[in-house]
């Protein structure tokens, strides 16, 4: 296994590959500028939110599929990870969204106008 | 590996065949990324959902102020920068961070296509830069937890119970797991256990990194025959660097 290997062959550099890695660099760069575009300007809401969450899967795929080379792998690979972690995103929409939702509506939780009042107790029963 | 293509099906039983074509150690850190992503995906869940069935504030963002009573914005929470006190730099720091990250990652795909051309130089040369980012990112957290842990110059006032006795119109600087300047507790208790065991992936990825590098540096993959190791810890270190983008979309910008 460990046996000497005096003359090892450093294969030269391929440009194009190179320039690959780090166009992807680039599209996550500008993928968070985005972001970063959509916090400043426009208002808070829910579809504020899932532009966010979207952007944010777009740059988990690049990771995913470019960086950590899963797009190059056998599709069997593919599936067994990719698979799993649809269930999971499913799970995080319907307990976020449905749930969280319901919860706040069932304990009668009101959200906080704010008029630069002080601060009463938004709950009474909480 | 050259006789891969002529085994026949019957001999597959007997090894000697790699399944989906990737190395043990390869597919095996595969799943342990799945099963971790499965940990950070409970508490992003637990996140979310404590946050969505909290109250939150509606009203006007200039007019924002810190309460103990809903949850607080984001981009008013995280707005300081080192070197620049009193001035509003929202998101700006955690973007620096971001930025960090990613390029350390970036680093690290340049270190594994290095080894896979057999160039022990260029491997030592951006595991050297990977380790640098990862301590610059882990340095970065450690200023911004000592910041949050501070608190800023305007107390906010809530009720909270201190000691174990309850005390009404206090004024409450900075962070601990039991209340919190900036909105219900739940918000800095999860902002520790979130972004801290983040930052404790980062950190055992440095010492894998580091590992990495002294074994590449002293030529015992280049005995090996092949690079293999940094492809495996590359697949960890872009993993951490995959949460944090969540992370990122979750905590600072939501």
Not at chain 2, 60 to 82: G, L, Q, R
Request: proline share 3%.
């Amino acid at each position: 296994m460990e046996q000497a290997t005096t003359n090892v062959q450093v294969i030269p550099v391929d440009k194009a590959k190179i320039w690959g890695i780090w166009k992807v660099a680039i599209i996550l760069a500008v993928i968070t500028a985005i972001e970063y575009l959509f916090a400043f300007t426009m208002e808070a809401g829910m579809l504020r939110t899932v532009i966010f969450i979207g952007l944010t899967i777009v740059k988990a795929f690049f990771i995913v599929s470019e960086f950590m080379h899963l797009g190059h792998e056998v599709k069997g690979l593919i599936y067994s990870i990719i698979l799993p972690m649809m269930f999971i995103i499913w799970l995080i929409v319907a307990l976020v969204n449905l749930e969280g939702g319901a919860i706040k509506e069932a304990r009668g939780i009101v959200d906080y106008e704010g008029n630069g009042a002080a601060v009463e107790h938004v709950d009474e029963g909480h | 590996m050259a006789t891969t293509a002529t085994i026949s099906k019957k001999s597959l039983w007997g090894g000697g065949a790699e399944p989906f074509k990737a190395s043990y150690g390869k597919l095996m850190m595969w799943f342990f990324l799945l099963s971790d992503a499965f940990t950070f995906s409970g508490l992003l869940i637990t996140y979310a959902f404590l946050r969505w069935s909290a109250p939150q504030y509606s009203g006007d963002p200039h007019a924002f102020t810190f309460s103990t009573e809903y949850w607080p914005i984001p981009e008013k929470v995280y707005e300081a920068f080192p070197g620049f006190h009193g001035v509003e730099l929202p998101l700006v720091f955690v973007g620096l961070m971001t930025f960090i990250l990613i390029m350390s990652s970036v680093t690290m795909v340049l270190a594994v296509e290095a080894g896979h051309r057999m160039d022990k130089k260029g491997v030592v040369k951006w595991m050297l830069w990977t380790i640098i980012g990862g301590f610059a990112f882990l340095s970065c957290q450690a200023w911004e937890w000592s910041h949050f842990i501070t608190g800023t110059d305007t107390a906010t006032i809530g009720d909270v119970v201190v000691n174990g006795i309850w005390k009404e119109n206090y004024e409450i600087f900075g962070a601990n797991l039991n209340f919190n300047q900036y909105g219900p507790p739940a918000f800095a208790a999860l902002f520790f256990f979130i972004t801290g065991f983040h930052g404790f992936h980062v950190f055992s990825g440095v010492v894998l990194n580091v590992i990495i590098f002294f074994n590449a540096a002293t030529g015992l993959y280049e005995r090996r025959g092949h690079y293999e190791m940094v492809e495996k810890v590359g697949l960890y270190w872009h993993f951490v660097d995959l949460v944090w983008v969540f992370v990122f979309t979750f905590f600072y910008l939501i």
